[in-house]
């Protein structure tokens, strides 16, 4: 079945946004397709929009026993328009089921991409975009937490795009129900015990929290944190310097937010990779113990406040006995 001309030069339009100029005749688009509704719309739209351009991939977690048939699923699709298509397999790291399943989707979509191509779409949409917001400031996040995913990032040597973040799930659904298609259903979609789920559930119930009204709160805040990023890395570079084993931070006169996002900096120059993850509400209390002239640790680093200059070095370990 054709797809809508019109939807299918609107998709042309975004890729190529993101892609900076028009594809050239080196273009190559990989898609992650798990065979559910969002991304079968998408390698419906990028096998109309860049015929014989296009490669897919498939992640099997190994975490559903259906998986590894729905992959195959997907094959068949991709076979059918003439889309290359690889299944890619790992194992998910103990802990949060949810964050080793991204972590491993997008480490072996990185792997997958080496070689073949230098750019990696992925379905997430609009809807997405309000969920995330609402999850998040549920649990009190930040700017940086609140904005809105970027459109393209780094994956590995390739980018990652996300070319449907201004359409509706209820868009993509219709384009795969108009191709005769049956798209994969996961059962955690479905699943409470998920926020994400909970959150879905809350948009389609209340007509106060529209999507489209989310969405663009969270890219107002995405445009917020471009914004602060930008100035916090021209401060670092003023007022941040490493010195030896230690790293010193000059924070005088600045507001808040970019006091804090330079003493995140400072401790992670200072662990050099070597110290554990930052939590949010630690951070904040660093920042107040430093700024009231105190000495404090974070993530294996000690920071200690001294007149208008402050230093951070890794805190000597603890002695056993």
């Known amino acids: 079945m054709t797809l809508d001309p019109a939807a299918v030069e609107r998709f042309r339009r975004d890729v190529s946004a993101l892609h900076s100029s ?15 509704p969002d991304s079968l719309a998408l390698l419906l739209l990028a096998a109309a929009a860049f015929p014989g351009r296009v490669i897919a991939a498939t992640v099997d977690h190994g975490l559903r026993p259906e998986a590894a048939e729905e992959a195959r699923f997907v094959g068949e699709i991709c ?43 992925t379905a997430h949409q609009r809807d997405d975009l309000a969920e995330t917001f609402l999850m998040r400031a549920r649990r009190g996040a930040g700017v940086g937490g609140l904005a809105a995913m970027p459109a393209a990032r780094p994956l590995g040597g390739a980018t990652l795009l996300r070319p449907l973040l201004d359409w509706s799930r209820a868009e ?23 926020d994400r789920v909970r959150m879905r559930r809350l948009l389609a119930e209340s007509p106060e929290l529209p999507a489209d009204r989310l969405t663009l709160a969270a890219r107002n805040l995405r445009h917020a944190e471009d914004a ?26 600045l507001p808040y937010e970019l ?19 930052l939590r949010g509400e630690s951070l ?22 001294k007149h208008a200059e402050w230093r951070f070095s890794l805190a000597p370990a603890r002695r056993s006995h």
């Not at 028009?22 to 559910?36: E, I, M, N």
């Not at 103990?94 to 779409?121: F, H, I, K, M």
């Not at 219709?174 to 998920?194: C, E, M, T």
């Not at 996002?261 to 400072?266: D, G, I, M, S, T």
Request: hydrophobic share 45%; aromatic share 4%; no cysteine.
């Open 22 to 36: 028009p594809p050239g005749k080196d273009f190559s688009l990989g898609v992650a397709v798990s065979g559910g």
């Open 79 to 121: 076979e059918a328009r003439g889309v290359p298509h690889h299944i890619l397999t790992g194992t998910v790291s103990p802990g949060n089921v949810q964050e080793g399943a991204r972590d491993l989707r997008y480490a072996l979509l990185a792997e997958w991409a080496e070689g073949r191509t230098r750019r990696v779409a």
């Open 172 to 194: 993509l659904a219709a384009i795969v129900a108009a191709a005769g298609l049956a798209p994969v259903q996961d059962p955690s979609n479905r699943d409470p015990r998920f």
């Open 228 to 253: 602060l990023a930008w100035a916090a890395a021209r401060e670092w570079q003023a007022r941040g310097a490493i010195d030896g084993d230690s790293v010193r931070l000059d924070a005088r006169d």
């Open 259 to 277: 006091v804090r996002r330079l003493v995140e900096r400072a401790v992670r120059a200072a662990a050099a990779g070597d110290g554990a993850p």
């Open 284 to 305: 904040d209390h660093l920042v107040a113990t430093l700024l009231s002239g105190g000495t404090g640790t974070i993530a294996g680093v000690k920071a200690s406040a």
